[in-house]
């Protein structure tokens, strides 16, 4: 039992009935030759799509390109965490009969199925057999069963999505204590593996159009290429990573293991492979950065599972502004503290503590900064709020866009501020009542700045899916239905002898993804629907941004820099000079009182919009921007009463000046104030 619980401690981390257009599916067929969108070579047997209609193609009357964004899939973890713990594959070169079939130990009737039963419940029983009766699975509470068969994931093409962001995905203390592997617990193996898995499945699905190029899953590495596909009416698939120890970058009793080489090294290789996005942690604290904590009896076992890995537990603290992390908690989860070494015991939390200790690291800035110049897109979600927070000061001080929020795992504070970088966010795929709720709530932020919207099904990713709302709702999806764009209809699915309805079986697979879709519709009304088919465009647009991406050269490095005063030391110097040396590991320090200024000679009168402060410990709660073109007369840009520390960036109307000057009103701490570095840029 204490070896399930473990299992269970480790899974945490990751993570009408009949068919009525058959004469019509028959047709699209038979007319393959002339249908772009049918495929000339489908295998047979094979899945049923049940969508008629030419996918629509081109841009709006604006130029801009139209679809649903799913931010966050996992179409190839079957492969992951050992390769048997997803049962069933993506495609298979043997057909469907060998794609949909379960895992070897759930057969003959679920009794080994352990997984299944820590996951869902019960006693792990149920009907292996996948093709063709699909008895028992796939469902929307069956977390270990293939979700993602390939004509499910056309099927959602069809209904109108143009986006499909692919996280690789595995975890190495999942793998290493679930009892049935085929393969090493290696994360960046499976990462490999995974990702030439995924262009295998572009390479199946061209054949069957006819060749290299023609099929309509197409694996993207620019914003650019991906506008192109889906201006051609295809999907546009982008490669991702969620690990929880990308680069081999975990810690050990506080100690990184990995370093800046390895880093670099790293993200060379993922960019080669044509990643795109990835996220720096999840689950367990790295040496990147702290994690967002799970909470209740299973946040307990993820500490317990913490303290295995990294040999420590998690850490709180008071929280310091509106967000916070999740509340551990002070519940018991007893099998798997029994894991624990004699005399080692989950700590006790404070409930008015609820913020991780753990920020983003020095490597976790390194890391950053290095995706940056990558033009790579940084994922939030799973950050503690206080890592999120530095990775946000990092980003704005340098104007990227690139960040995402892709399955409701950022504290939603945050939300404007992603949005004013030009990021983009998508909510997890709730049920439809869930969904719609959230998407009102920040309906108005996306109004103000003129974005859209996207889901995350993280299908095959451990997480469960919209349960069936009932045949019997008094507004229930009516089959068939019209695609958002109008110029598709929808039937019920069918795979094999059986038929799917979004009514009574929930989102059961990646298929159902437009019946879902179609219920937000029902429920919810059309304005969010709206919003998620203006996903695509705007998902372009963060990523464009990314790449297009410039450094802004800083006006003040090396410059000439001045102060009210200067802190003495014996060992070394706090000059003026220290806060525009481009080092992080220098400072200039004042005196200890409130009224201190630092002014930096630009040399020649500049435009200028953007100031950054890197602030030491000792920081500035009130204090102004003051600019001046002859070092006399000063006028001030900007300003804060409630500053706290950290990188601050201070925005303001493009301006004309050779000085500027950072004026201290009241310090944040009993020192003075300290900056380890100062920048100044024009837009």
Known sequence: MTVLVLLLTAVALVLGTGPSSSSA???????????????TARPTPDSRIDVTGEPFKGTDSQGRVRGFVDAHNHLM?????????ICGKTFSEQGIADALKDCPEHYPDGSLAVF?????????????????????????????????????????????????VNDLVTNGVICSVYFFKDRSCDEMTSIRLQAQKTYDLQAYIDRMYGGPGKGWFRIVTDSAQAREVIEQGKLAVVLGVETSEPFGCKQILDIAQC?????????????????????????????????????????????????????????TETCTGPQH?????????????????????????????????????????????????????LEIDHMSVKATGRALDILESESYAGVISSHSWMDLN?????????????????????????????????DKYGVGYGYGTDMNGV?????????????????????????????????????????????????????????????????????????????????????????????????????????????????PDRAVDGRADTRWASDWSDDQWLRIDLGDPHPISRVSLDWERAYGKAYRIEVSTDGTNWRTVWSTTDGDGGLDTARFTETSARYVRIHGLERGTGWGYSLHEVGVHSS
């Open 25 to 39: 599916e028959a047709g699209a067929e038979a007319g393959a030759g002339a249908d772009w969108w049918t495929p």
């Open 77 to 85: 973890s079957n492969e992951a965490f050992g390769g048997r713990l």
């Open 116 to 164: 299944d039963f820590i996951t869902k419940g019960g006693d792990g029983r149920h009907d292996p057999n996948g093709w063709p009766t699909f008895k028992d699975w796939p469902a929307h509470d069956s977390l270990t069963h293939q979700q993602n068969y390939y004509a499910w994931v056309e099927r959602a093409w069809r209904g109108g999505q143009r986006v499909l």
């Open 259 to 315: 370093g800046k080489d390895d880093i670099d090294r790293g993200l060379d290789e993922l960019h080669g492979l044509g990643v795109r996005s990835m996220f720096l942690c999840h689950k367990f604290d790295n040496a990147l950065c702290g994690v967002r904590f799970d909470e209740g009896t299973l946040g307990t076992a993820i500490n317990v599972g913490q303290f295995l890995s990294t040999g420590t537990f998690w850490k």
């Open 325 to 377: 992390d999740n509340p551990i908690g002070l519940a018991s989860a007893p099998e798997a503290e029994k894991e624990l070494p004699p005399g080692v015991s989950v700590p006790s939390y404070a409930a008015d503590a609820q913020c991780n200790t753990r920020g983003l690291t020095e490597l976790g800035e390194y890391a950053v900064r290095s995706m940056m110049e990558r033009g790579m897109m």
């Open 414 to 446: 945050w939300t404007e501020r992603v949005y004013g970088l030009g990021g983009f966010i998508a909510q997890y795929m709730h049920g439809s009542e869930g969904f719609i709720g959230e998407a009102k709530r920040t309906e108005a932020l996306r």
């Open 463 to 575: 997480g469960g899916w919209p349960g069936p709302r009932g045949a019997d709702t008094s507004n229930p999806v009516r089959y068939p239905f019209r695609s958002a764009d109008g110029g598709a209809v929808i039937d019920r699915q069918t795979t094999g002898e059986r038929t799917w309805d979004i009514n009574s079986d929930g989102a059961a697979h990646y298929g159902l993804v437009p019946d879902w879709l179609e219920d937000i519709r029902v429920v919810g009304g059309q304005d969010v629907v709206d919003d998620l088919f203006r996903g695509a465009e705007s998902y372009l647009t963060t990523w464009e941004a990314s790449e297009n991406h410039e450094p802004g050269v800083n006006l003040a490095s090396g410059g000439a820099a001045s102060a009210s005063s200067s802190e003495w030391s014996l060992f070394t110097s706090y000059a």
